[in-house]
């Protein structure tokens, strides 16, 4: 198990509706990057925060937008929910030290739209 | 070119086998290329990874090995266990952002 926590775990919402998720990086680290996996599919970048910026962004429209904390945790807001937004929605932190860095998975939280 | 290919869909293998899977990219810029094994109701878990400057890398049963002029990868898993039946993933990063995945290899080993 890796120190990366997420919360909730499952979530239905309906059409139209707002959700905001939670992710507690592992200890020591300093970057959160969040995904959006389809039922049977790689994960899809979303984007990616670092020292509260975002630092990188996936082929996502605007409605889907972060937070990080001075501790290093953050949220991820999705607005005007759509069915496709249904998915396991995955934080993954690292520790950005300038070269390729090993990202640990949480997780994630089930979101089901209906 | 953000596309990872990656091949088989699923495999099946019989305990105590060799397990393939290959991966393939475009981008030249990527540096950083590990891979994932997913269990359900999980989130993935970094198994091995490797940079382009070396051509090979073995940690246990697990084995990637790197053509960086045929920008391929592939992760061998020798003696095949039951406990290895996951979904893997391949993924490719360019300096620790935008990690880009591979649709995943459905492995099942057979007792």
């Known amino acids: 198990e890796t120190g990366v926590t997420q919360s909730p775990t499952h979530l239905i919402k309906t059409r139209g509706q707002q959700v905001t998720l939670r992710c507690s990086s592992q200890s020591g680290h300093n970057t959160v990057s969040w995904y959006q996996q389809a039922l049977g599919q790689g994960p899809q970048f979303i984007f990616q925060?670092?020292?509260?910026?975002?630092?990188g962004r996936g082929n996502f429209p605007p409605r889907f937008s972060g937070l990080q904390f001075p501790n290093y945790s953050s949220e991820l807001n999705v607005n005007a929910l759509e069915l496709d937004d249904s998915a396991l929605y995955l934080c993954?932190?690292?520790?950005?030290?300038?070269?390729?860095?090993?990202?640990?998975f949480g997780p994630g939280t089930r979101l089901t739209v209906l | 070119q953000q596309q990872v290919k990656q091949s088989p869909q699923s495999l099946i293998v019989q305990k105590g086998g060799i397990s393939i899977i290959n991966c393939a990219y475009e981008?030249?810029?990527?540096?950083?290329f590990p891979w994932y094994q997913q269990f359900p109701g999980k989130g993935p878990a970094l198994l091995i990874a490797?940079?382009?400057?070396?051509s090979e890398k073995k940690e246990g049963r697990f084995t990637i090995s790197f053509n960086k002029s045929a920008k391929q990868f592939s992760l061998h898993i020798m003696d095949s266990q039951p406990g290895d039946s996951a979904t893997y993933f391949c993924?490719?990063?360019?300096?620790?952002?935008?990690?880009?995945f591979g649709p995943g290899t459905r492995l099942s080993v057979l007792p």
């Open positions: 490797i940079r382009p400057d070396v």
């Open positions: 981008n030249t810029a990527f540096d950083y």
């Open positions: 993924a490719a990063s360019d300096y620790g952002q935008n990690f880009v």
């Open positions: 993954a932190s690292s520790r950005m030290s300038g070269a390729a860095n090993e990202q640990f």
């Open positions: 925060y670092y020292r509260e910026e975002e630092n």
